[in-house]
């Protein structure tokens, strides 16, 4: 459910905060997650998870 809101709310920004998005994310993998960060981990599973989403996001 929440992955579906957030994919939601991802397909109503405008395509210059979608790359925004995109690049977050981006940065947020090659940061890699702390071993205390829940929400790096979340992330990092949800792009595992999504890859196609990222890659409709980027387009």
Same mark, same amino acid.
């Given at each position: 459910?929440? *992955? &579906?809101?957030?994919?939601? #709310?991802?397909? /109503?920004?405008?395509? #210059?905060? !979608?790359?925004?998005? %995109? ?6 993998? %090659?940061?890699?997650? @702390?071993? /205390?960060?829940? =929400?790096? #981990? @979340? *992330?990092? &599973? =949800? *792009?595992? !998870?999504?890859?196609?989403?990222? %890659? %409709?996001? @980027? !387009?």
């Amino acid at each position: 459910m929440a *992955v &579906e809101n957030l994919a939601d #709310a991802i397909r /109503s920004l405008t395509p #210059a905060e !979608q790359e925004s998005v %995109r690049l977050f994310v981006e940065f947020l993998k %090659r940061k890699g997650p @702390a071993p /205390s960060s829940t =929400f790096l #981990a @979340a *992330v990092d &599973e =949800f *792009v595992q !998870q999504h890859p196609e989403l990222l %890659r %409709r996001l @980027a !387009q």
